[in-house]
């Protein structure tokens, strides 16, 4: 039991006596003791001196170093005075003037919808009052919000708005109410979220402004958008055939790319082709209509020589090629030496005409020729004799 507990020893723990409670003399006489000191201490310069260090002790707590990225907003008796940039600075001491410091290059945010925990802010769960809001179709959606921004002015960020961050989360839930009340729930939870966030970013800034919040919104990021939890499935269903149905579109928009192109080609190539083939006919019922003009002059010039030219002509197209060999003779004694070897070979190479020699017989022998009626065949298989007339 400690000594100066109820019910211990009265004992002083030191001399080992019993302590007895001074007296009112005794504490009179303690204070005068006390009195002497102290103007023995300040008696004559030495009080002045004490003053003037004093104040020099106290003039120096008005120094203060503002870091960089920061801004120091120096108040006097509670009134802002001025706002001072990075460095070294002095202010009159406390209680005259104080300094705040306020980071301006922080980047800070506001969740609204849902509440993120831990290093990596992984979501720790939605706030169903917050993100729960009914879209322009009366359909209702869950809608998760981060707003990331800094402070512009530190001195409007201070004085003007009694809770930043409660004013900035209130107004963020206004605009984003106001922007989704705007949109249909298709358009929030698909394609227009980018849009939705922009939207929201700018009539944001916009409040804040107004309200002299001294905040510049830097980012609003739309972390997730879907139906109520009720519904999911229903509507995971909808999402699915709605992708479905974008696929076969995309797949028939390829076939058809596929498809036309050659459809096109192919036809552009066939008219191309009638083109042609109808320049070719026209040019060549030309060059013959011409060339029967020309021919016609000739006739008229001399009708029995163009007509045995013709005959030679057309005989010379038909035979030419053929292995039959015609010898056109009226008299017999006509001698003829047919190469066979050389008319086959020849004819075959279409040089037929230079492979014949014919031995021409006398003068006296020589007779007009024969009409194409009496001519005879002689085929390549005749013997030798009966070549040489025997």
Request: glycine share 8%.
């Amino acid at each position: 039991m400690s000594w100066n507990e109820p019910g211990g020893s009265n004992k002083d723990p030191w001399s080992g006596q019993d302590r007895q409670p001074p007296s009112s003399s005794e504490v009179d006489e303690a204070i005068r003791s006390l009195q002497e000191k102290f103007g023995n201490l300040f008696g004559g310069g030495g009080f002045g001196l004490l003053a003037v260090v004093g104040l020099g002790v106290w003039a120096l707590t008005g120094i203060y170093i503002v870091d960089e990225g920061t801004r120091g907003v120096v108040t006097r008796f509670g009134k802002y005075q001025e706002t001072t940039d990075s460095g070294l600075h002095w202010h009159y001491p406390s209680p005259i003037e104080n300094v705040e410091t306020v980071n301006v290059e922080n980047q800070r945010f506001v969740e609204v919808g849902y509440r993120s925990s831990g290093i990596r802010q992984q979501s720790a769960g939605a706030v169903p009052k917050e993100a729960l809001m009914l879209t322009q179709d009366e359909n209702i959606v869950d809608v998760r919000l981060a707003v990331q921004y800094q402070i512009k002015d530190a001195k409007e960020f201070l004085f003007n708005v009694r809770d930043p961050e409660a004013t900035l989360k209130q107004v963020t839930e206004s605009a984003e109410r106001g922007v989704i009340g705007k949109s249909d729930m298709d358009f929030v939870l698909t394609k227009g979220r980018s849009e939705i966030a922009e939207e929201i970013k700018a009539e944001l800034q916009q409040v804040l402004d107004g309200y002299k919040a001294g905040i510049r919104i830097t980012s609003v990021n739309l972390q997730d958008a879907q139906p109520p939890e009720e519904v999911q499935g229903a509507f995971e269903d909808a999402i699915k055939a709605r992708e479905d149905e974008q696929r076969l579109i995309n797949e028939a928009e390829t076939y058809r790319n596929d498809v036309i192109p050659k459809a096109k080609g192919t036809a552009s190539r066939q008219g191309a082709e009638a083109e042609a083939y109808k320049q070719k006919v026209i040019a060549r019922a030309n060059g013959d209509a011409s060339r029967f003009s020309k021919v016609l002059a000739e006739y008229e010039k001399a009708p029995e020589v163009m007509r045995k030219r013709l005959y030679l002509d057309a005989m010379q197209s038909v035979m030419h090629g053929s292995h039959t060999v015609l010898v056109d003779s009226k008299a017999g004694n006509n001698l003829v030496y047919l190469p066979l070897d050389k008319l086959t070979s020849g004819a075959a190479a279409g040089d037929s005409d230079e492979s014949v020699k014919t031995v021409e017989p006398p003068a006296s022998t020589l007779s007009s020729p024969i009409p194409v009626s009496e001519s005879k065949p002689l085929r390549s298989s005749v013997r030798g004799r009966e070549a040489r007339g025997q």
